[in-house]
């Protein structure tokens, strides 16, 4: 039987996290894998070593900008980052296929598509994570009596900071009584019939 081999792996225990703008750690190991991954998967030519620092450094300037804040916001930053270029790819070749390569054009704007909705997904779930999946949920009740006086009660669930945001969409003024809603008035239309009347 085989031995098998051990694998050591040393953690720094001193996490500096100097670059965790980049990918949301406090461990910059991990920022830099991260950042070398998006780097790699960006759709340029990899033998040019200009244009690969130059995509890299447009890509994580705005990753600096969407700022993650964890190792999880990190991978969902990079995932996005990598749809969104896949996706912005995929439109420039699809309209860039001749016209009589129809079906090469359709095929790359489906995938372009995909990739669209991949992107539209992270950037919800980043979302969601970022709130910590918090939710505020308005009940409203509304009484209208015959004055035409309106009574709103307002009940607020979810994070206070949001419920002052939320605002009154209901509300009650003397001024101006609200209008009735009721049946609305119905002509009679002729129907033209097979024969012509005089």
Request: charged share 25%; hydrophobic share 40%; aromatic share 4%.
């Amino acid at each position: 039987m085989k031995k098998s081999k051990t694998v050591v792996v040393e953690l720094d225990p001193e996490a500096k996290g100097e670059l965790k703008s980049l990918g949301g750690s406090s461990r910059d190991a991990w920022n830099l894998r991260l950042s070398n991954l998006v780097a790699s998967a960006l759709p340029v030519n990899h033998k040019d070593t200009a244009a690969c620092q130059t995509a890299a450094k447009d890509v994580f300037s705005g990753i600096v900008d969407i700022n993650p804040t964890d190792p999880i916001e990190g991978m969902l930053i990079a995932q996005l980052v990598a749809a969104n270029e896949a996706a912005l790819s995929m439109y420039r070749r699809g309209w860039a296929q001749p016209s009589e390569y129809l079906e090469a054009r359709l095929r790359y704007l489906a995938l372009a598509d995909k990739a669209t909705r991949t992107v539209a997904l992270l950037s919800e779930r980043l979302d969601q994570h970022r709130n910590r999946g918090q939710q505020q949920i308005t009940v409203k009740h509304v009484t209208v009596n015959a004055e035409n006086a309106m009574v709103a009660d307002s009940i607020t669930t979810g994070n206070p900071a949001d419920a002052k945001r939320a605002g009154n969409f209901l509300t009650a003024s003397a001024d101006t009584p609200m209008s009735t809603v009721g049946d609305p008035v119905r002509e009679a239309v002729p129907v033209g019939g097979g024969s012509k009347q005089k």
